[in-house]
């Protein structure tokens, strides 16, 4: 589908430029000697002849990373239209919001190809590396273990928000080919990308960022695979190896975006151009992320602005500017995962001493007290999960989980009833690949559909 200029934010333009953006901590070089480095998004295994040429495939590696994560019209912004933190205010878009998903129609096919070319991205970075290591040998560790990071946290938000079934690539430049993976085996992907990250990580300064990252996306992955045992094992003390420390609470992995050529996504469509809007009590199920005026959601519901549709959105503020960096994973995170952990054992004490713990780190956040009734502590630790990572890709995944692993209907904890701009919401749960992908031979559409996922369940 064509967007014309006056509907489409500076991020679907410049999500496509020059992969420039890194992460923080990036060992060897800053963070602005990498967002000065002009490199091509795509650079394949026969490119790479040297080692400039490996760490030019790296950098690019990291910027693709980014784009899938929040630029453009990215994943964090088509979740949150399909979950319940965004809603539309732009002609034709309607689809997403309203839970009808039409794959062959803007926004939902916008995130498919950058989780391609991101995983794709890695992978070759990695081979890259392993052909034409930097110097000294120890900066090696810290950029393959940081890679492989990326791949398995691509690989876990994938699983968390696409349907059973997705056509993914084999890696190979010289004969390109696709396996179709199911959910399951996108999960284990990530165990192993992770795995392989703490393997090679040193425990050094620089490395330990990533050691955090990768235990913090190895619990993520557990939780959705119904491990809580493991999910906290993973992040607390002793979870990195005899004598380690738990993930610290004031952790943050960010994927980062520049002014002057990868924005910030999110930024771009919601409060540049106003093309969706932050959502409050959505579908009656929805979460009062605005009303509510909590400190954690950067969105003022009394100043409101005109949309492309004429719909009034609140001041979403939650990435205040192009350059905002994304969380993508956190030691508050590893706190939920605790308390999630200490609800399944029945430890309420634990369950709220944890999340408690979590609040003081925020001015003007009152303790939590038990509500008295098991589904009562579910609905708290849900609403903690989704206002601590609010617009950070985890909420579609958290709602999947409240019906797969707490036994809830769909209609209760997504949107549902009447929708805003007409008609009624529908069922869908989960975002499918583009439809263009059906011309790939490996994951062809029966007839009558538009893709082949293998089911579109929770």
């Known amino acids: 589908m064509t967007i014309s200029n006056s509907g489409r934010g500076r991020g679907d333009r410049r999500g496509r430029s020059l992969a420039t953006a890194a992460l923080l901590a990036v060992a060897a070089c800053s963070t602005t000697e990498l967002l000065e480095v002009n490199t091509p998004d795509i650079i394949t295994t026969d490119k790479v002849t040297s080692a400039a040429g490996a760490q030019a495939q790296r950098v690019a590696a990291i910027g693709l990373f980014n784009n899938f994560v929040n630029a453009g019209v990215n994943l964090v912004l088509t979740s949150a239209i399909l979950s319940d933190e965004a809603f539309v205010a732009r002609n034709g878009t309607e689809h997403l919001d309203r839970r009808s998903l039409n794959n062959t129609q803007f926004p939902a096919t916008s995130p498919w ?35 492989y990071v990326l791949q398995g946290l691509i690989y876990v938000m994938m699983a968390e928000t696409y349907c059973n079934g997705v056509p993914v690539s084999k890696f190979t430049d010289e004969n390109p080919s696709t396996t179709v993976l199911s959910t399951a085996q996108l999960y284990a992907r990530s165990l192993a990308a992770f795995d392989s990250a703490l393997g090679i990580l040193s425990t050094s300064a620089a490395d330990q960022p990533f050691r955090n990252a990768a235990r913090v996306g190895k619990g993520r992955m557990y939780v959705d695979i119904n491990q809580y045992d493991r999910a906290a094992a993973v992040v607390a003390a002793g979870g990195d190896g005899a004598g380690s420390l738990a993930v610290p609470t004031s952790f943050v992995l960010n994927a980062e975006y520049a002014l002057s050529t990868t924005r910030n996504g999110v930024f771009d469509w919601m409060s540049d151009t106003k093309n969706f809007g932050a959502a409050d009590r959505e579908g009656g199920n929805g979460l009062d992320f605005v009303s509510s005026k909590d400190p954690r959601v950067r969105v003022d519901g009394t100043r409101l602005g005109a949309g492309q549709d004429g719909t009034l959105t609140p001041l979403f503020s939650q990435y205040p500017a192009g350059n905002s960096p994304t969380p993508v994973a956190t030691g508050i995170e590893a706190r939920m995962i605790e308390a999630e952990n200490f609800l399944k054992l029945g430890d309420i004490a634990n369950f709220l001493a944890t999340l408690n713990a979590a609040r003081t780190t925020v001015t003007g956040l009152a303790p939590l007290v038990d509500p008295g009734t098991a589904v009562a502590r579910v609905d708290m630790l849900f609403r903690e999960r989704a206002f601590w990572m609010y617009f950070t890709a985890h909420r579609l995944g958290d709602l999947r989980r409240l019906v797969r692993q707490y036994g809830r209907a769909a209609n209760s904890v997504f949107p549902t009833g009447a929708y805003f701009k007409g ?25 009558g559909r538009t893709e082949a996922c293998t089911d579109r369940n929770p």
């Open 113 to 147: 190809s950058p989780f391609g070319s991101a995983l794709n991205g890695s992978v070759r970075a990695v081979r890259g590396l392993n052909a034409y290591p930097p110097t000294p040998a120890s900066a090696k560790a810290t950029q393959v273990g940081q890679l």
């Open 423 to 447: 008609g009624v919401y529908g069922s869908d749960v989960v975002l499918v690949p583009s439809q263009t992908e059906t011309n790939n031979p490996e994951w062809p559409a029966p007839a």
